[in-house]
């Protein structure tokens, strides 16, 4: 590589990071990587395209993913705003530059990106965010559809017990959240059912994301042998709610006070399909594992130093393994997720990683605007950080010096403003009272009702 190009491929890379708020002067400025922007520009396909490079195409995306509407025209827009704002000439409006310069974005760097920017948050949380000295990680898995083409249906077909032009292709997601700052450190995606396709197995592929000391927070269906005992080689930690199938007995193993125990698990004899007869060999043939019980929940954990975790403190930390659950439904509502709208297979795993990609960048932001303060990320309102984030980012690429840093400190201070979660609600039921419109569900696929109705 020429020094020419060398200074050009530093200069786009400069301009992309300022352009989604990854300023060098602020904290946590390594946390988009040059490793995973350089992929990006190397491996997109070759193209004489002068407007729609990689980075600004990324960029372009991104903005799609975080704006009103999520349409292509809503992109393009906001690049010609952006353009117009350098004193460049204005790109066409037209969208079918911007959809074939999205065809050449490789996926893998932007799945790179996505787990640098999360991991890299996740491990430079400052002490006050964690627990005991544990930073937490929380599992979970979650769905989302996909527009019903042919394509998508071969790669991931829609629910078996719905007839064809029925349903919509569904990609099943497993992913790994930080608790401390709520980026996404890694995720799998599989099709909804078949082998293979089971929340376990899209796990195992992400169990060594898990790094040593950390700590995983799981429902009870990630309560198995095989995973815990996975997760204790690498030298990590689990808090999980015990298995509904397994029955402990409090009067077998090392007391530990009322109802908690230390017990020894024995490898089951049947080994989990997702795990090759050699790895499981491998494992231990028992573990210790440490059993406690908590206003009749059952609790299964490897810390099993009863004096540092009382059960108490384990069940009250444990709840907010429901965190995970809300930023899947901040990922799929507030920013439209649930129904991705590309229309083939690869595609919508890049609009998916994209999604991600765009979520890690506003957990850092907000990260940002409470780093030293007497703040926590989870306690700052996301969806103003994406209001301010779609705001002000053009108007910050006239600025410079100064200026630029006097703005930019001033917007993340407008983000540490508006904490959330300071109020106590009762427990509010499970359901809404506005009322769905009563459109009736379509029972053969459209075209063929529209065929029906037009005779």
């Known amino acids: ?99 074939k310069a999205r065809k050449r974005l490789p996926l893998n760097p932007i799945k790179l990106a996505v787990e640098t920017s999360g991991k890299r948050l996740h491990q430079g949380a400052q002490q006050t965010w964690l627990w005991k000295g544990h930073n937490t990680l929380m599992v979970d898995g979650t769905t989302v559809l996909m527009p019903d083409t042919p394509e998508n249906q071969a790669v991931f077909p829609q629910q078996s017990n719905q007839k064809p032009g029925l349903g919509f292709p569904i990609i099943r997601i497993v992913g790994l959240i ?154 799929k509502t507030h920013l439209k997720m649930d129904m991705l709208r590309c229309k083939s297979p690869e595609m919508a795993q890049k609009e998916l990683a994209v999604y991600l990609l765009a979520y890690n960048l506003i957990r850092v932001s907000i990260a940002r605007a409470v780093k030293g303060k007497r703040q926590i990320p989870r306690c700052i309102s996301f969806m103003t950080t994406v209001q301010v984030f779609n705001e002000g980012i053009s108007q910050l690429l006239t600025l410079s010096g100064k200026a630029l840093k006097r703005v930019v400190d001033a917007l993340l201070n407008a983000i540490a403003s508006i904490p959330i979660g300071q109020q106590k609600r009762k427990t509010q039921p499970r359901a809404v009272k506005r009322r769905p419109k009563a459109y009736p569900l379509l029972t053969k696929p459209r075209n063929q009702a529209c065929n029906a109705i037009n005779l």
């Not at 992929?39 to 729609?52: G, L, P, T, V, Y």
């Not at 990324?58 to 393009?76: E, M, N, T, Y």
């Not at 429902?219 to 397994?246: E, F, P």
């Open 1 to 99: 590589m020429s020094d020419l190009t060398k200074q050009i491929l530093i200069k786009q890379i400069r301009r992309f990071k300022n352009s989604v708020l990854q300023f060098s002067h602020l904290p946590f400025a390594d946390i988009l990587t040059t490793e995973a922007l350089e992929q990006i520009i190397e491996q997109s396909a070759s193209s004489r395209e002068r407007i729609f490079t990689p980075l600004v195409t990324l960029k372009a995306f991104i903005f799609q993913v975080l704006s009103a509407d999520g349409s292509c025209r809503q992109a393009v827009s906001h690049l010609l705003m952006e353009r117009l704002y350098q004193g460049n000439a204005a790109n066409s409006i037209r969208t079918g530059a911007y959809c």
């Open 178 to 331: 930080s608790l401390s700052v709520g980026t996404v450190v890694s995720y799998s995606i599989g099709s909804y059912q078949g082998k293979g396709s089971g929340e376990t197995s899209l796990f195992s592929r992400l169990i060594d994301k898990i790094g040593p000391q950390d700590l995983l927070l799981a429902d009870r269906y990630y309560c198995t042998w095989a995973i815990i005992a996975l997760l204790m080689q690498q030298g990590s930690h689990i808090l999980v709610k015990n298995h509904a199938q397994r029955r402990p007995d409090f009067r077998l193993g090392k007391s530990l006070g009322t109802k908690d125990h230390l017990v020894e698990w024995n490898k089951p004899k049947r080994k989990p399909d997702w795990i090759s007869q050699q790895d499981y060999e491998a494992l231990p043939d028992t573990l210790v594992i440490r059993e406690f019980s908590v206003k009749g929940t059952v609790y299964v954990t490897t810390l099993l130093d009863a004096k540092r975790y009382h059960p108490k403190e384990l069940a009250e930390f444990y709840s907010r393994r429901w965190l995970i659950e809300l930023d899947f439904r901040t990922i």
